[in-house]
């Protein structure tokens, strides 16, 4: 059905540009872009930057008819939209054998993360109020995180690592269960255009999972999401570090941040890296590459009613708190008590999540 919607689409753009003059390449080429997205084809708008580069322009400077020249390029491209199947079928379908290939592969390859424990004990919790440094990292990123409280932990353990892509697909397979769509066409899109070998995918921390899917995950491994004052501690360690490796501020090889992809393509780093700018506790990337799920509800003005033992978050709420900033944040967003929130079902490309567990 989609395929039959693809060609026909296809040839009725394909018929409009032979009898009339598109008249402006950038018209051209956006049909091009459109053509590729409805084919499920997400090479096609890169061979369309490489076709101008390399044949339009020539062809302008040979003064080309422009009728002519729109209509041998977008010959071209829908020629191409039209014969090549797209990687995934309709929404909500079975992922092509290909790609099952690819997942079953990937799954292979999870290892579970070390798990480091956290002592029991008293640690600050939150920032102090600055008004005279509205700029200044070491300021409030918003007044969610005021006022600082001592805040008393019992023992708990906590993953180094964030669960990997790997180890999500494991889970997956062994339940006979597709990933999410979002994921899979990220999978697909890393493999067929950047050519990412499945070793390498297979280390990127898992993105596009809901809070309850992280959840799940953390239970069927004997485990849960921490909580988001345990998420704290193991981040900034006992004396209330401003970034996990200290008080300098992030720089590349310290954290993943700042990145920018016009495609929404993760530029994230493998799980398992993060040393130089790992917490005092030895936790890694607890700034940066993905921010995390954690199991409280997201208060507002918690801070200022919590209780001063093992707080645990409001009862409910709208958003799950999310921690850490992700490849995309702002340094701001990068600081140990900097907070945020997202409605529970969000899938995104940056939002990840570990797993912690009760000392027994």
Known sequence: MFRSMSRLLSWFWFGIIVLHDVGTWPRTLSLGYTLGHAGRNP???????????????????????????????????????????GPIAAEGSQPLAELAGHLSAIATLGRPSPIISIPAGWFSMGTNRIDDDPYGLGTQFDNTELPQRQVWLDAFAIDRDEVSIAEYLALLEHRHRQPPDQLSRLIWHIITVHFMPDQVIASWPVLYVTWSEASEFCSAHGKRLPTEAEWEKAARGNDGNLFPWGLTAPAPGLAVFGQYHVHEIPLVAAVNSGEEGQSPFGVRHMAGNVAEWVQDWFGFDYYSIMPERNPKGPNTGRYKSVRGGSWKSHPNLLRTPSRNGAVPDQRSATIGFRCAQSNQ
């Open 43 to 85: 090479w096609l708008f890169p061979f369309c930057r490489l076709l101008y580069t390399h044949m339009v322009t020539p062809s302008m400077t040979l003064r080309f008819d422009p009728q002519f020249r729109s209509g041998l390029i977008s010959l071209i491209l829908i020629g191409i939209t039209v014969l090549t199947p």
